[in-house]
C-alpha cells in the first residue's frame, strides 16, 4: 500500500508541476497587461534586441529576451528621415538624425520625460517607437505612450 502511494503522489506531483508550469507567472502577466493597453492605445509591440533595431544601439545593455519596441505607424512620408535617440547615463540623447528631419518632433521636455524609462526612441518615415524593458508600471506606460503619441500626431499620424 505504500508503494502505491509514493506512486499516486509522483503522478499528481508530476501532473500538478506541469500544469503550474505552463501557466504564466505574475511577472509574465503584468508584462502582457502593459502590451494589451499600448495595443488599446493604437501601438503596436514587437520583442527585439537594441541592434536589431539599430546598429548604432549595440552598446545598449538590455535583457534580449525583455526589451521590446512599443510604436505607432504613421502615414509614409514621401522625405526620408529617421531620428534615434538613446539612454546614455539616465538621459536620452541624439545618436543620429537623417534626411528632412524636424527637430521640434521631440522636446526637450518630452526626452526628459521618457529618459527615465527608455532604452531608445526611434522617430521614422513610417513609425515612432521606444525600446522599453518593461520594468515600469502602468501609469508610467501611460506618461511613455502620451508622450510618444504626441510626437506621432505632429509627425502625422492620424
Known sequence: MTTALIIIFCVVGIVGGSIFWVLPSPEERRRMRLRQQALAA??????TTPEKLDDALKKLEADAWRTHFYYKAIPASRTPRRALYANQGGELKQLSI???FPHELLS???LRELSSQVKAVQITGHEVGFLWEERGTSEDLEQM???VN???VAAGAR
Open 150 to 152: 504626441k510626437v506621432a
Open 145 to 147: 505612450l502620451q508622450c
Open 98 to 100: 537623417s534626411g528632412n
Open 108 to 110: 526637450d521636455e518630452d
Open 42 to 47: 493604437g501601438f503596436r509591440v514587437r520583442q
